[in-house]
């Protein structure tokens, strides 16, 4: 089982391409759109084929071996 490794968002929501950049998982939006149209990243277990997915907190996202948990920047 992966370790999950919690990523700080300032404002919510977010959109799942966003966040794959702010967890530096990709380097780009193009490279965001192909893993996430190719079937690579699971929200909550279930795949998400949709880049504008719209992420909260306590979310969970899953991309290869990588899981990480969306939480709320404190203020």
Do not use: C, W, Y
């Not at 996430?36 to 306590?58: C, F, M, Q, S, W």
């Not at 899981?67 to 709320?72: A, D, E, P, S």
């Amino acid at each position: 089982m992966s370790t999950v490794t919690t990523i700080e968002i300032r404002k919510e929501p977010i959109r799942l391409s966003q966040f794959l950049k702010l967890a530096n998982v990709v380097q780009d939006g193009v490279e965001a759109k192909i893993r996430i149209t190719e079937g690579d990243v699971h929200v909550n277990g279930a795949l998400e084929l949709r880049k504008g997915r719209k992420l909260v907190p306590n979310d969970k996202v899953l991309i290869g071996d990588m899981l990480f948990q969306v939480t709320k920047k404190s203020a």
